[in-house]
Antibody, heavy 114, light 108 residues
Framework: QLQLRESGPGLVKPSETLSLTCTVS??????????WGWIRQPPGKGLEWIGS???????YYNPSLKSRVTISVDTSKNQFSLNLNSVTATDTALYYC??????WGPGTLVTVSS | ECVLTQSPGTLSLSPGDRATLSCRAS???????LAWLQQKPGQAPRLLIS???SRATGIPDRFSGSGSGTDFTLTISRLEPEDFAVYFC?????????FGPGTKVDLK
């Protein structure tokens, strides 16, 4: 059974870079023919798509975040990662990784605060 | 960008009732790649329906999806107590992928 799990710091300082990794088990990113994505949800609010990557490395981003986001994939480790730079308090959210649209990780809360 | 609008914002119903949730897109959803997700408090979203009408593995048949193009519907034929939750639609047919704002189904 496919499982995804997010990992990374739960607290990031303003202006710094938020870095998260999604580890996939029970299935392979390589050759999957799926997009692997990052989604976030501020406390008490809706879902916001951040971006997705294909196993080939082709990535697509939310235009509102594009200037600050990089998503990369490491098929040898069966992982993909999110970097979001120049963070502010508005980037505080639950961050989910997913094999879109059908499998989600449990999410990890990232708080931006000094 | 394909903007998704969901209605109603809140649906107040009783167990055993039929629930009808709407998702409208600002442009035709590519390949009808429209998903419905359920989210309960403190949990990650769970896929119910993909491709507008295909139930995900393990999803009870009281959940059904329909529609195409710009108008989509999720129907819960008879609400069970565990169905009271927030439901989101997502289009994954064109980039950027987008989510609707959600419909909360709560207890009347």
């Amino acid at each position: 059974q496919l499982q995804l799990r997010e990992s990374g710091p739960g607290l990031v300082k303003p202006s710094e870079t938020l870095s998260l990794t999604c580890t996939v088990s029970g299935g392979s990113i390589s050759g999957s023919n799926y997009y692997w994505g990052w989604i976030r949800q501020p406390p008490g609010k809706g879902l916001e798509w951040i971006g997705s990557i294909y196993d080939s490395g082709s990535a697509y981003y939310n235009p509102s975040l594009k200037s600050r986001v990089t998503i990369s994939v490491d098929t040898s480790k069966n992982q993909f990662s999110l970097n979001l730079n120049s963070v502010t308090a508005t980037d505080t959210a639950l961050y989910y990784c997913a094999r879109e649209p059908n499998a989600w990780g449990p999410g990890t809360l990232v708080t931006v605060s000094s | 960008e394909c903007v998704l609008t969901q209605s109603p914002g809140t649906l107040s119903l009783s167990p055993g009732d039929r629930a009808t949730l709407s998702c409208r897109a600002s442009q035709s959803v590519g390949y009808n790649y429209l998903a419905w997700l359920q989210q309960k408090p403190g949990q990650a979203p769970r896929l119910l329906i993909s491709g507008a009408s295909s139930r995900a593995t393990g999803i009870p048949d009281r959940f059904s999806g329909s529609g195409s193009g710009t108008d989509f519907t999720l129907t819960i034929s008879r609400l069970e107590p565990e169905d009271f939750a927030v439901y989101f639609c997502q289009q994954y047919g064109s980039f950027p992928f987008t989510f609707g704002p959600g419909t909360k189904v709560d207890l009347k």
